[in-house]
């Protein structure tokens, strides 16, 4: 099983978006992960 990590700044949205993605259309054959390089407290509604 590959691993896949996706970063963005903050890991308050885009990283985020990307793991979902990643996860539904990689089930089975992906382990993904997200975060950010100075992670935020707050999740961009």
Do not use: T, W
Request: one cysteine or more; hydrophobic letters at 40%; aromatic letters at 6%.
């Amino acid at each position: 099983m590959k691993k896949v990590l996706f970063v963005c700044v903050e890991n308050s949205c885009r990283s985020q978006i990307a793991e979902a993605f990643a996860r539904i259309h990689g089930q089975g054959i992906l382990k993904v992960y997200s975060s950010g390089s100075r992670a935020s407290d707050i999740v961009n509604p």
